[in-house]
C-alpha cells in the first residue's frame, strides 16, 4: 500500500500538468484564429480624422502597404524578477507570448537561477506556475479582478508589438494629450483601459504608461496604481517597426519603480502560414 500512497499524489499532479499543457495549447490555437485571413493593407488615409501625434506614431509603427495582421506570436529572452528593488533575484527566462488584442493573449515562460527552475503561463484567464516542472507553487485568475489586471498588460503590450490591433475603430479612440503624449481608450465586452505612450519627434514610441488594476502593492489589495515600461531596440518585422527591448514594472515613475520585466526580443510572426 505504501507504493500507492506515493504514486496516487504523484500521478495526480503529472495529470494536472497534462491538463494545464493542453489547456495551454488550446488557448494559443484560439488566439491565432482571431488572426485575418487576407486583412486589408495600412495607407496614411486611414488616420486623416486622427489627431498628429497619433498620424505621427502609426506612420513610424506600420509601413504602407502592411497587411494589418493584429496577433502577434512572440519570442523573447530575458530576465524575470522574483524580488523588490532592494533584491530584485533576477531569474534569466525565455518566453512566448501570443497577443491577440483586444481578445486574450498567453504568455508561457521558463526560468532558472542555478538550482532553481521555474516554468508556467499567464492568460486573461489565469496565472499558473511550477517548480521544477512538478511543483504548483502559484494557481490563481478565473475571476474579475485578474481578469481586469490582465486586460490592462495585454492593451498597454498591444500599442508597441501589435499596433493593427489598436488602430481606430468602434471601441478604440485615441486622443493627443500633449506633443510627445498620445491616449488610447479600449473597451472591450465589459473592460475598459486607457494607456498612455510617449513619442520622440518621429513617432517612435519610447515609453508606455497606464493605470493597473492590481494587487502589487504591501497591502495586497486590488486597485489602480502606475504600470509601465520603457521601449528601445526597434526593429522591423513584416513591416511593423517595433521594439526588441522592452523593461517594465510597477510603480513607474516613482521612486519605487523597479523593472521586473527585461525583455530582449529574438523575433516576432504575424502571418500563422
Wanted: proline fraction near 6%; charged fraction near 15%.
Amino acid at each position: 500500500m505504501l507504493w500507492f500512497v506515493i504514486l496516487l499524489p504523484m500521478f495526480a499532479l503529472l495529470l494536472l500538468r497534462f491538463s494545464d499543457t493542453s489547456r495551454e495549447q488550446h488557448h494559443i490555437n484560439y488566439l491565432r484564429q482571431q488572426q485575418p485571413r487576407q486583412p486589408p493593407q495600412f495607407a496614411t488615409s486611414m488616420l486623416t480624422e486622427q489627431p498628429e501625434g497619433v498620424q505621427r506614431y502609426f506612420n513610424f509603427s506600420i509601413a504602407a502597404g502592411t497587411p494589418l495582421y493584429r496577433v502577434a506570436d512572440i519570442r523573447m529572452q530575458g530576465w524575470f524578477s522574483l524580488g523588490n528593488k532592494q533584491a530584485p533575484n533576477y531569474l534569466r527566462m525565455s518566453a512566448r507570448q501570443v497577443l491577440a488584442a483586444p481578445t486574450g493573449f498567453i504568455w508561457q515562460m521558463q526560468a532558472q537561477k542555478g538550482w532553481l527552475r521555474l516554468s508556467g503561463s499567464d492568460s486573461e484567464s489565469w496565472t499558473r506556475f511550477w517548480l521544477f516542472g512538478i511543483v504548483p507553487v502559484a494557481r490563481f485568475g478565473a475571476n474579475a479582478d485578474h481578469q481586469r489586471a490582465a486586460f490592462g498588460r495585454y492593451i498597454a503590450e498591444a500599442l508597441f508589438w501589435s499596433p493593427a490591433a489598436l488602430l481606430p475603430a468602434p471601441g478604440i479612440v485615441w486622443r493627443q494629450l500633449s506633443s510627445t503624449e498620445i491616449e488610447v481608450t479600449v473597451q472591450y465586452q465589459q473592460l475598459c483601459q486607457s494607456a498612455v505612450l510617449t513619442l520622440k519627434e518621429n513617432g517612435e514610441p519610447s515609453a508606455v504608461t497606464f493605470q493597473r488594476w492590481s494587487n502589487a502593492n504591501p497591502e495586497k489589495i486590488y486597485r489602480e496604481q502606475p504600470f509601465g515600461g520603457y521601449l528601445s531596440q526597434f526593429k522591423d518585422f513584416a513591416g511593423f517597426r517595433l521594439p526588441t527591448h522592452v523593461e517594465a514594472g510597477n510603480q513607474f515613475g516613482s521612486n519605487d519603480y523597479f523593472p521586473f520585466f527585461i525583455a530582449d526580443i529574438t523575433n516576432i510572426y504575424f502571418n500563422n502560414d
